[in-house]
């Protein structure tokens, strides 16, 4: 029980310094407007699936490859914020829910 909680906060903890490291520290214009919707770690924490949803507009080809391009910064970053001995991997994954809801609330 006490590493769920530490899960979730540790999982809250990214999402918000991932999104304020993209507004903040983050220069690729490829990944301006992108918003973090949510972060997932695996249980043994060695990986973090960070879902991302993008405008309408943007081009989701080169928010990926901006994401990939900033991963290493993120990572070191988020070692120093977190003060984690070994910090997950990222994996950034677009979150497509709220086209769903679009989709859904046009018919």
Do not use: C, N, W
């Amino acid at each position: 029980m006490v590493e769920g909680r530490r899960k979730k906060r540790l999982e809250s903890l990214l999402l918000r310094a991932i999104a304020d490291l993209l507004t903040k520290e983050v220069q690729d214009p490829r990944l301006e407007g992108v918003s973090i919707t949510t972060v997932t770690l695996t249980e043994d924490f060695s990986e973090a699936k960070v879902f991302f949803y993008i405008h309408k507009g943007q081009d989701l080809g080169k928010v990926k490859k901006g994401f990939e391009s900033a991963k290493g910064f993120l990572r070191a970053e988020l070692g120093h914020i977190a003060k984690l001995r070994r910090t997950p991997d990222l994996k950034f994954i677009y979150d497509d829910t709220l086209d769903l809801f679009d989709r859904i609330k046009e018919r």
